[in-house]
Each structure stands twice: as C-alpha cells, then as structure tokens.
C-alpha cells in the first residue's frame, strides 16, 4: 500500500493524488501536520508529499522515477 503524507493547501499533494487516481493505484492519503513532521523528521524529507512505499520513503520526484 502506497501512503502519501501531505497537509492542506499543497499543490504538489494534489498534482500526485491526481495522477494516483487517473492510474488507477490504490493508496492512503494521510493530512496530519503533526504525523508529516514525524515522518520527515524519520525520512529527512523536508518538503510535501512524503510517499511510503515498500518500506522506504519518497519524494514526489523520486517516487515518480521509481515507479515507472
């Protein structure tokens, strides 16, 4: 299962839930500010969204390259 860990307002958080949708891939979207810090703290990812694939975490950049 793919998570996507966003907050309100993101645009690129949109943009990846969008592309998820039309592909068809089931995920978890997850909007807590305070479990995206913990998360990017864990990932040292400072930037939304943060993907949790497979056990690794992911930029929107990397996770898109990956998954292609």
């Known amino acids: 299962m793919i998570k996507i860990y966003g907050k309100e307002n993101c645009r690129q958080c949109e943009e990846l839930k969008s592309k998820l949708v039309n ?18 703290s864990k990932a040292k990812i400072m930037s939304a969204p943060i993907i949790e694939y497979n056990g690794k975490f992911y930029t929107m950049d990397s996770f898109l390259k990956e998954v292609k």
Request: proline share 0%; aromatic share 12%; glycine share 6%.
């Open 23 to 40: 592909s068809g891939t089931e995920f978890k979207y997850i909007e807590d500010i305070k479990e995206l810090r913990i998360v990017a």
